[in-house]
């Protein structure tokens, strides 16, 4: 891994036409005394690409710092900084690849990122040619996903989800859909971002794109003051550091936007640290945001862990209602699952509905939420728009959710209670 020194003294250098500039030794925000970036997935650019792309990695880093930080005096430097750096490409010999950087006080760690166990990648001090065809794979998909970021070719896709019983209305999740070039406004845009997620996951990229799309997200809110919509963030970006300054400053500002705004913490790798992770989600909650865990019983966290994270809202994966189909052991243990998450005091929403058949399954294993292809699927415009769906009042919603957390019911018993507080605030009774 490279280190790369960055401070907070202000040396005046003499540029083009006299202007000032920040230096590599340079970073304008007082609030923090001195900086350090760190490049991670060096060693693997260097035995990937080739020595010279490493040293074309460090370089980019440094000339980075030295002339393009004239005139950022905000406090949002330190994340100016990683956003720059993660979706900028560095160009080598007719390659294009991402930096996996940290940024922290330097002789400090953590605030730096978890450094990405390799599932796929394997371990890069002993490289072969398939070691590195994947990770060329890997990063040729990032390449092509901050590219689309870019060119503003990635859509937010809207999908509901629906009460199991009645007509109410939850929020609608945002899925990410990237819009082939020449082909904007396709309304049902296909799913071909999840292998780049799984990708930008391994290479440890993925929290520069969470970051991207949480602040879209907000940006929905911001113009739809009657909606409710969840986020997916990745388990690998809940780290509570610079990424996130930005966003929280933001949602601390606007409350009436936090209260509607659901993170849902998707499974589809490891905690790095479960301690980290409940600490910045707290910081989420307590600025009145609620907190959905997805993927629910094929996902990495144990139930330990989720007991830790508290979630508002636990999804329950799309493989129990695919499961409860075949037999009446699945339809038990579709039964068993959706108990165990109402046990953990969570609104429950059972994933994967996309027949009147898997509605009624999952109705009669006790679920009162749903979401899936027979409810709606993701579309890019707003679909709430058509159809009418909307909260009365977001503080009503928020208000809904609270009371029912609040209550001192059985664990199980909240979980009925919240679902049905929101079910009357949703269909505005």
Not at 171 to 176: A, F, R, S, V
Not at 263 to 272: D, F, H, N, P
Not at 276 to 288: E, I, K, P, V, Y
Request: hydrophobic share 45%.
């Amino acid at each position: 891994m490279g280190m790369v020194a960055v401070k907070t003294e202000r040396a005046r250098a003499s540029g083009p036409m006299g202007s000032n500039l920040l230096t590599a030794g340079d970073v304008a925000n007082a609030a923090i005394p001195e900086l350090s970036v760190q490049i991670h997935n060096l060693d693997e650019i260097g035995r990937v690409y080739g020595s010279g792309a490493a040293l074309a990695a460090s370089d980019h880093v440094r000339e980075f710092l030295k002339y393009r930080l004239r005139d950022r005096e905000s406090l949002g430097l330190a994340e100016y900084v990683l956003r720059q750096l993660s979706e900028s490409p560095v160009a080598y010999d007719g390659q294009r690849f991402h930096l996996f950087v940290s940024l922290a006080p330097t002789g400090e760690t953590k605030n730096c990122a978890y450094k990405v166990m390799p599932t796929v990648h394997g371990n890069p001090a002993f490289p072969d040619d398939a070691w590195c065809r994947r990770y060329r794979a890997d990063m040729a998909l990032a390449v092509n996903l901050f590219e689309a970021m870019a060119e503003d070719r990635l859509s937010l896709a809207w999908q509901p989800v629906c009460g199991a019983s009645n007509d109410a209305m939850l929020y609608h999740e945002c899925l990410l859909r990237a819009e082939p070039s020449g082909l904007p406004g396709v309304e049902h845009l296909a799913d071909t971002t999840g292998p780049t997620i799984e990708a930008l996951e391994r290479l440890g990229l993925i929290r520069a794109l969470d970051r991207y799309v949480v602040a879209k997200t907000i940006d929905e809110l911001r113009i739809e003051p009657f909606m409710a919509l969840g986020v997916n963030v990745s388990a690998l970006s809940l780290a509570d550091d610079y990424w996130w300054a930005d966003i929280l400053a933001v949602l601390k500002q606007s409350p009436r936007i936090a209260r509607r705004l659901f993170i849902e913490v998707t499974e589809t790798a490891q905690l790095a640290s479960v301690a980290d992770a409940a600490n910045l989600l707290a910081r989420f909650r307590a600025l009145g945001c609620r907190i959905a865990l997805d993927d629910f019983g094929v996902g990495h966290a144990a139930v330990r862990s989720i007991l830790t994270l508290a979630p508002d809202v636990v999804k329950v994966d799309k493989f129990f209602v695919r499961n409860a189909r075949t037999s009446p052991h699945g339809q038990r243990t579709l039964a068993h699952m959706i108990g165990l998450a109402e046990s953990l005091g969570a609104i429950v929403i059972v994933e994967g509905i996309e027949t009147e058949s898997d509605s009624q399954l999952a109705l009669n294993a006790g679920a009162q939420w749903l979401q899936g292809y027979h409810y709606g699927r993701p579309m890019v415009s707003r679909p709430w728009r058509l159809t009418g769906d909307r909260l009365r009042d977001d503080a009503d919603f928020g208000s809904a959710l609270d009371e029912a957390g609040s209550c001192g019911e059985s664990a199980t018993q909240a979980g009925h209670i919240r679902a049905s507080a929101l079910c009357g605030t949703m269909a505005g009774e």
